[in-house]
């Protein structure tokens, strides 16, 4: 499945849910027959295992594995011996019936540069942020350093019922999942493995006191040479993709929490508040104390 991550991921359905062992059945506790949804499907198996007809193929899925189903797809679940997963029904915008050749022209000027399955066009081709994402990815092909579980984890904390803010941080998680698992698919060494690290370390890093002098001093390159990764392959300044994770954090903290604002920012790495009001509100259109009392007065 290719998706162009240049338009949003809409979250339609989320959850979590447990089959017991026998023949998967249907909520009218009858054997599941093969069936189509109008949006994409998306599993991740935190136990047991399962098989499963997916088109013409017969998948064996199990603990810690991904399966990823597009829109309009002929599934059936089969025999299980009891198993727990997440599923997330979700529309994106695919590029199945696009002509290959356009589609070849996005992946393979790439292929020099990236082997984590996403592409940044930085030179204006058509499709400029896309994925390529199998039906089956086994658990043995993710890294241990960020595991996906800890995504589903955040996004179980989410409450879409209580505002819109919630439902996009929803989607902005789904979205940042999908490169997450193309990310993990990487096999070979390229130039921009460096970039992978650097992410890594700034997504582990974010709510400390670090600049593009220090990541730069940290991985021996200049501060030219980064600042031209982060042009080049995210479109966004070094400084830039740090503020966002820190935001990003502060809407959550803002939702789910009591600190004061003053504690949000200093939890998520900034150490002037004055100037974290001001990014806050150039982002969202409102200030943190707003989107606070927003999601207050729409709690049940």
């Given amino acids: 499945m290719i998706v162009d991550l240049d338009k949003p991921v809409n979250v339609k359905m989320f959850g979590k849910t447990t089959q017991p062992k026998g023949f998967w059945i249907d909520q009218k506790n009858q054997?599941?027959?093969?069936?189509?949804?109008?949006?994409n499907l998306l599993l991740y198996i935190t136990s047991g295992s399962f098989n499963m007809r997916i088109g013409e193929d017969i998948y064996s899925v199990s603990e810690g594995d991904v399966v990823l189903i597009p829109a309009k797809m002929v599934y059936q679940p089969r025999e299980t011996d009891g198993s727990s997963y997440y599923f997330v029904h979700f529309s994106a915008t695919t590029l199945e019936n696009t002509p290959p050749s356009d589609i070849e022209k996005s992946l393979l000027r790439f292929q020099e540069v990236t082997s984590s399955g996403y592409a940044y066009n930085y030179y204006g081709n058509t499709y400029s942020s896309i994925i390529n994402l199998p039906i089956h990815i086994k658990q043995n092909n993710f890294k241990a350093y960020y595991p996906l579980h800890n995504v589903f984890e955040r996004a179980t904390k989410l409450n879409i019922w209580r505002n819109n803010y919630e439902k996009l941080l929803l989607d902005n998680i789904i979205r940042e999942l999908l490169i997450l698992i193309s990310t993990e698919l990487s096999t070979y060494q390229t130039p921009n493995n460096t970039l992978q690290k650097i992410l890594h370390y700034i997504n582990k890093n974010y709510t400390k006191d670090i600049t593009l002098t220090s990541i730069a001093e940290t991985f021996g390159f200049s501060t030219s040479y980064i600042t031209?990764?982060?042009?080049?392959f995210l479109g966004k300044g070094t400084v830039d993709y740090i503020n966002d994770l820190r935001l990003t954090a502060a809407?959550?903290?803002?939702?789910s929490s009591s600190f004061t604002i003053g504690e949000i920012s200093n939890k998520i790495g900034f150490t002037n508040q004055y100037y974290f009001d001001r990014l806050f509100?150039?982002?969202?259109?409102?200030?943190?104390?707003?989107?606070?009392k927003s999601?207050?007065?729409?709690?049940?």
């Fill in 31 to 39: 054997p599941q027959e093969s069936q189509s949804i109008s949006s």
């Fill in 228 to 232: 031209k990764l982060f042009r080049n």
């Fill in 251 to 255: 809407c959550e903290y803002l939702i």
């Fill in 281 to 292: 509100k150039r982002k969202y259109g409102v200030t943190p104390k707003e989107f606070r």
């Fill in 295 to 300: 999601n207050n007065s729409n709690n049940f």
